[in-house]
């Protein structure tokens, strides 16, 4: 496992489409450990590949709920409700904005095994899918900010 660069604002691989995952093989498998390790280094609660550079379509996400999440060439299937709040992302360091996103979303996608699976998911883990969707497609939250971004105030201030 690796630590990879994180592309940030301005990168141009960030506005790109990614393409679907065909099969998994061992190098997609190795990205989805380093992309875990990346985040966690991080301090981030979600990443997708073209952060560190890979137009593929993967997430992965741990809002610290237990779980680990990877969605592989993820599907938005349903939205309902709206949540507004706070959002960062490692891509844009040292920003935050506020973000209205739907309240709860059900999603297809395939796990690492490749295995189709239907996630129901709310609140904070809903932004994140989102979130991390919309990065899929070449967007960044700051294109949906309300208002200015605000400095983060980081432990080190």
């Known amino acids: ?3 990879r660069s994180i592309r940030t604002i301005g990168d141009e691989i960030l506005t790109k489409e990614c393409k679907p995952v065909k099969e998994m093989t061992p190098r997609t498998a190795e990205l989805i450990e380093d992309m875990f390790e990346t985040m966690y280094e991080a301090n981030g609660v979600g990443l997708a590949a073209p952060q560190v550079g890979i137009l593929r379509q993967i997430i992965v996400i741990d809002v610290e709920d237990g779980k680990q999440y990877v969605l592989i ?3 938005i299937l349903e939205v309902s409700g709206s ?6 992302c490692l891509s ?3 920003k935050s904005g506020t973000v209205t996103r739907p309240a709860n979303v059900k999603v297809r996608a395939f796990d690492e095994n490749m295995k189709e699976f239907t996630l129901d998911a709310t609140e904070y883990l809903a932004r994140a899918i989102c979130h991390e969707c919309d990065h899929l497609k070449g967007h960044l939250y700051v294109e949906f900010a309300e208002g200015p971004l605000e400095d983060v105030q980081t432990e080190e201030d």
Request: proline fraction near 13%; charged fraction near 15%; charge should be negative.
């Open 1 to 3: 496992m690796a630590i």
């Open 92 to 94: 844009v360091p040292g």
């Open 83 to 88: 949540q507004s709040g706070s959002e960062a």
């Open 73 to 75: 060439n993820p599907e």
